[in-house]
């Protein structure tokens, strides 16, 4: 409801909902300020559902005991993110590094070399909602040169095998990074 400060002639509609899988948890709302009497009964309910993992925030965030429930989701998100970082940076190598998460809903990924615009084009129409290409965030020189990925992404695998076939790491590459990780120096005695 931040825009409503700058509402002064009540010309904006404030249409909000929650369609809850969950028994009683549903909530929807319209402000419809000088509109009332045109939208009156004719409102309700078009494309409002969340996805399943939004959903389950939103739930906890509404129990009794919800300061609890963010705190359990908060740990779970983190608890997310650092899995993906590692299976990125498993996975892409020397290819990829990260900036320091400092919380958010999306790591920072800097790229070895930037991907080409016919590149970038077939990750976005795959992985839309798991990428955000650091150019259209910022117009800084190297920001072709950033992506942010989204910390809730559950399957990390299909991201990783998409961005290695774009920077072109080949399968060489890959068994030597698995050689180095599973070569461990004895301990001397």
């Not at 910022?138 to 920001?143: F, I, L």
Request: aromatic residues 6%; proline residues 4%.
């Amino acid at each position: 409801m931040t825009y409503k400060s700058l509402d002064q002639s009540d010309h904006i509609v404030y249409i909000g909902g929650v369609e809850s899988k969950g028994f009683g948890r549903s909530a929807s709302w319209c402000l419809p300020g000088r509109y009332q009497a045109l939208l009156e009964g004719a409102f309700l309910g078009a494309d409002m559902a969340l996805s399943d993992a939004q959903q389950t925030a939103l739930s906890e965030a509404l129990q009794p005991n919800s300061k609890r429930s963010l705190t359990r989701r908060a740990r779970d998100v983190w608890a997310n993110s650092e899995r993906v970082k590692a299976h990125l940076e498993a996975r892409l190598g020397e290819h990829i590094c990260f900036a320091t998460s400092k919380g958010g809903m999306s790591l920072w990924m800097h790229l070895s070399e930037p991907l080409d615009v016919s590149s970038l084009t077939s990750l976005l129409a795959t992985f839309r909602h798991a990428i955000v290409p650091g150019a259209l965030v910022s117009h800084e020189p190297d920001a072709n040169h950033w992506l942010a990925v989204n910390v809730t992404l559950d399957d990390v695998e299909p991201l990783a095998n998409a961005l290695s076939e774009h920077l072109a790491i080949n399968q060489y590459e890959q068994e030597d990074l698995a050689v180095e990780e599973t070569t461990v120096e004895e301990p001397r005695v």
